[in-house]
């Protein structure tokens, strides 16, 4: 009945993140897990925090440990995926928490990314608008599906409805994120140790450097931008998980407070997973931490005529692993929250 | 079908976790939940969290309020259940999540708790031996259980095993745990404050004053030690939750290693929520948080002639909220793992 | 030889820094330590960090007990200073690390403070310009002089020269900070609580409420800005000191990249304690910690048009008791770097 | 008139502590700084809080750039200044904050480092005993020193006292330590990454394996033990710096309380780094945060005849810089606390 499950790349944060979650999940069987280094190694001793999983063993990741299953997730670093993805069979659902399907611009995966470019899938944030409707339409029947950046689909979330509706301006956009380091993965540089995290705050990719400012614009064209330009400064500080997106816009002038809290209701009223905040409140990390959420609060500052949105995702969770799940749910016709929490693990 | 729960206390860190973990379980029904100074808000505003108890509204604590529910968890600060629960029918299934009903002995209650004592009830540790078995045994059926001190049930689970087997002697034993600030609650005093927690180590209760001792002396008794001592010492660390604790001890002479070994893992070798990790390997507290497991990792040292145990626990989860559950579970007849996960949220 | 020193509210976060740092100082001598409901304790119970000082002991805070002192250093809740200074002679150095001599618009603190207005004085922070030249002038020979608010010093740091120059507009700009929560004192609040902080990042006055923004605005005019406006977002991080302010601003079009750098370049080129880092470096708030340095970054995004200034602060150190003492040192015609380290204390 | 001073190791965290210290000391100056892969970088580049040494670069660590010193310190990995020494004149004062010349048992070398050994130095603890005195009075006019391991330095600063005394029982010691990451340096190992030590406590060296023991028993040795014993245990909590020890030992059968008190309170009352706390009173790592301070709060626990010391130390400070210079100052003559402060940084 259920769903059989590879899982590559699972010894990594990802990997580790989407095994949490598909151990909760009642329609999926994690039948294989794969990784590179590591494999050969018993899972529990790379991931000892999935304790119900503990008897399953790493594989090599190929082609041929991959197949056979219904569902294959990938959680590899970018460029991994695409000869990988090339020996599986077009039924079989595959999601990819990698860059490598997320850009529909080539020229944009050149500038960012480089590398041979495979092209770009279904875009698993179900709840951001495209022409004419929602991401989620896309996703429904679809066996190729691209799992979010985690920073680029938290200020999407957070903008989109104001450009969906017109009431804020798609260019001039600022956004400053307040990011774990496990975003990073489990990547062994100087800037990852804890002793360089711990008590600071630190910068990186500062100035329109970093590779999430494509796939932003690209969700914020779908949603009715022309030419959407946006100033996108991450900030790394010292909580494990969680991402705090301030992300502002020039609201159109003329336009009444109202109008503009309406753009946000109006867009996420109905969504399990994507919730405005009433008036006054703004989310915290630790809100949503493990949890498949993403919490907006919303102000407007009438004296520099900008709104403000607070957005906090859990970067592996609804940034991640709960977006590729929430997805392949939409993709295999199961309900959308199936085996996906709504609530944070605090404090 | 399900059981209708209210939680008195809903406002506190205790309180918020027996709510996420109570939303999770496909057999209780939250209907009731109680604060004091927040009666009449919206229990998302005190914890917004969690997302899917969003409907419920926080109701003064008072026998009327929690009247009529097939189970009534309370997390309220010492002192306060004795009376409240007067008023509850024998039949209502009551899991105290605070001291008052934890300890057999008056004379310890009054020298480490003090005021009115109300007698002690069916202890919420199930894998802790008692003379003849496991605590699992008296939880089966009671409808009066004390949820256990998350620091007393560490350091129970730690050593009792050794102790039980004979493998170790129960004077002069050492414990030293590494604890996060969510034990202490919501309580507003300065060492709880954020700056004087962040960026340093802080011990408290020094020499032997702290009031779990009683309850870790109570649980090795139970064990088998006929006059156990222990040297407890908390230190307060810079992590929201979880217990990392070191506990020693004396191995009796002449035991082989094989044995003391064996004493820890034929204690817990069926148990779905304690496990003795591999040799050479010792558990995090991130690899624990969220969950109901209590992970031990045992090393001998020749050279002092002691067993040296490193256990993890999430203070809320398995060490409080979880705990609770897992005996109501046990009393209600219910599967004993129904609704507890054994996966931390990690990194 | 030295001049003495009595410290107002020395039993606070603010007051422990000057403290630590008068200390170091080789030509003021610290007589008196004053407090509210700390007086008659020892200081070294309420700051035990401070090993030097520990033969003073705390007495209340009155205009008699802080009299007879060459310099008074404040560090007070807000409203509590202008009826104590009321009474000291005027020839008495008085530094106040409060609000309440900053604003020279009592119109901007009827709206973001309130209650009585007592007059603005010379604002510390040297390195910051005025009509026709720099703060640093106004401090000589001054003997009333107020601090600066740490997020507000660190913002007009980070955009004056910029504004000076005439390279960017002064109109929405775009601030989010990064703050560690010893910025909020002792203050016995919820949002302070270690628990609510550690492994989360936590927005507030959200919005343009934040009382830093006049005094913001205020430096900005003073830097040649008819009517500045910036949205201000402040996110407090788990790190108990430091800032790390994302600032951008709009470049004046058709100026050039070199032009945009050379304004921060010769801004800071002689301050000791202010430096622009070379192009691609940025700073982390652990390079200031305990320092009396600001950092700053500066990149040129050129596909927004913004350039985006990253600079790190002690909130404590350079933020307000580093800027106090500076500022004291100025006004005494004492070396103006005597006693203050440009070393953080990393990591 | 200062003595030249070269740092070997100056691209990692203890030589950045070395420096920093050197810094602030008026008879010191630095002209040489040293490093492997970063050589003919600037060292602002590797260490961006020094400031002050902005115009340093690094060079290779060779006998030769490391000659014409008054002083030099090395901070390199273990096994690597052997070598480097030779070459040195017996004239320069050679302080190493490597374990290669701690130790003067071969035998203990041998088990817990291996590799060639050359034998130990006097060590730079002046603090503790030796047989008829203190470390101190050997390291008057020495020219090779050994500064300690932070956590050998820290415990045996906590139990020196009673055994020197005869008060406590100098076998079956259990001590355990939270400790900051950056005592293991800028090693790029899974283990020392962020997002493994953020929010979470994490043991290694389980059961008698740490490298320090046999250090620790050394120095217990020279306070009088014969056959000294001690469980050791380190735990890596989420702080950059600090280690608490909480140390304990069996108090000798019929010793008074004002006895045991006694013994600590008489070895440290002359002692300008080194502080017994008043009864009741016990330290965070905070309160001695860049300090070269040693603070020790002791209780006694009649329930298990222990007394329990908890010490705090800044790792890099006390524990390793600062002993190096507090040696050097007594070596070369100068005064013992010249350039170095009592005081933390806190919050």
Not at 43 to 69: F, K, W, Y
Not at 171 to 189: F, N
Request: hydrophobic fraction near 45%.
């Amino acid at each position: 009945m259920a769903f059989s499950v590879a899982v590559a790349g699972a010894s990594g944060y990802a990997g580790g993140e989407l095994l949490r979650l598909l151990a909760a999940h009642p329609e999926f069987e994690v039948r294989t897990v794969t990784a590179h280094s590591n494999a050969g190694q018993r899972l529990i001793d790379a991931q000892p925090h999935l304790r119900s999983l503990a008897g399953l063993t790493l594989v090599d990741t190929t082609a041929e440990t991959l197949a056979g299953h219904d569902v294959v997730f990938l959680a590899l670093p970018h460029g991994a995926s695409g000869a990988l993805t090339a020996g599986l069979p077009p039924e079989t659902l595959v999601v990819d928490c990698g860059a490598d399907h997320r850009l529909e611009s080539e020229a944009a995966w050149a500038a960012f990314y480089g590398g041979d470019y495979y092209g770009a899938w279904a875009y698993g944030v179900p709840e951001l608008p495209v022409p004419g409707g929602q991401q989620r339409t896309r996703l429904v029947g679809a066996r190729r599906i691209a799992a979010p950046g985690c920073n680029a689909s938290t200020v999407a979330l957070a903008l989109a409805p104001g450009i969906r509706s017109g009431v804020i301006e798609p260019e001039d956009l600022v956004a400053v994120l307040a990011v774990g380091p496990s975003g990073a993965g489990k990547s062994l540089r100087l800037p990852n140790l804890a002793a360089e995290i711990l008590g600071s705050a630190n910068p990186y990719a500062v100035g329109g450097l970093h590779r999430h400012i494509p796939e932003i614009q690209q969700s914020l064209a779908w949603a009715g931008a022309a030419n959407p330009t946006i100033s996108f400064t991450p900030v790394i500080v010292p909580m494990s998980r969680g991402i705090l997106c301030t992300a502002t816009a020039r609201i159109v002038p003329g336009t009444s407070d109202a109008d503009v809290r309406a753009a946000w209701q109006s867009a996420y009223a109905d969504e399990p997973f994507v919730h405005l905040l009433p008036e006054g409140r703004f989310p915290r990390t630790n809100d949503v931490l493990g949890a498949n959420t993403a919490l907006i609060g919303l102000a407007i500052d009438h004296a520099v005529g900008r709104v403000i949105t607070v957005t906090a995702v859990d970067n592996l969770a609804k940034g991640t692993a709960g977006a590729a799940i929430q997805s392949a749910n939409i993709a295999l016709g199961l309900p959308e929250t199936l085996g996906l929490s709504t609530n944070g693990v605090a404090p």
